[in-house]
C-alpha cells in the first residue's frame, strides 16, 4: 500500500479476512476472528451511529494541537458500518441536539481521525 491507509486521499480503507470475511478499521494483517491473513480492502463508509458523546474538554497536548481559536466542544461517536465493523469518528455537526443514536451517516478519511456527517436522504444510494 503506498498511500496512508489514514489518510483521506485513500477513503476509508480497512482489511477483510482472507478467510472468513471479517472486515477491520483500522486494517490489519491479521483477522482478529480467526487468525486467518487479512487484506486491504475499501469500506463503504455507509452506516448508523452506534452511540456518541461530546467532547468538552482539550485532549492532551501533546498530540493535540490547540486551534488558533481555542478548543470548541465536538461531538465524538462509534459508527457501525454496513461491513459490521464499528469506527471511532468525530461527528461533524452543527447543533448536539440533532443528534440521535440510529441516525444514517457517512464516514470519510479525515486528517488522522475518520470524520462522519448525517447522511442526507438519497445519499446512501450514490
Known amino acids: 500500500m503506498t498511500t496512508d491507509p489514514r489518510s483521506p486521499a485513500a477513503g476509508l480503507q480497512g482489511s477483510r479476512c482472507s478467510g472468513c470475511s471479517v472486515a477491520a478499521y483500522p486494517a490489519e494483517e491479521a483477522c482478529a476472528s480467526c487468525g486467518g491473513s487479512a487484506e486491504p480492502a475499501a469500506l463503504s463508509g455507509a452506516g ?55 441516525m444514517p451517516v457517512t464516514v470519510t478519511a479525515g486528517d488522522g481521525v475518520p470524520r462522519a456527517r448525517p447522511t442526507v436522504s438519497g445519499e446512501e444510494d450514490s
Open 48 to 102: 448508523i451511529l452506534w452511540t456518541w458523546t461530546v467532547q468538552r474538554y482539550a485532549p492532551k497536548s501533546p498530540p493535540y494541537q490547540l486551534p488558533p481559536g481555542g478548543f470548541v466542544p465536538f461531538a465524538l461517536g462509534y459508527v457501525e458500518l454496513q461491513e459490521e465493523v464499528r469506527v471511532a469518528a468525530v461527528l461533524e455537526v452543527d447543533d448536539f441536539d440533532q443528534v440521535r443514536i440510529g
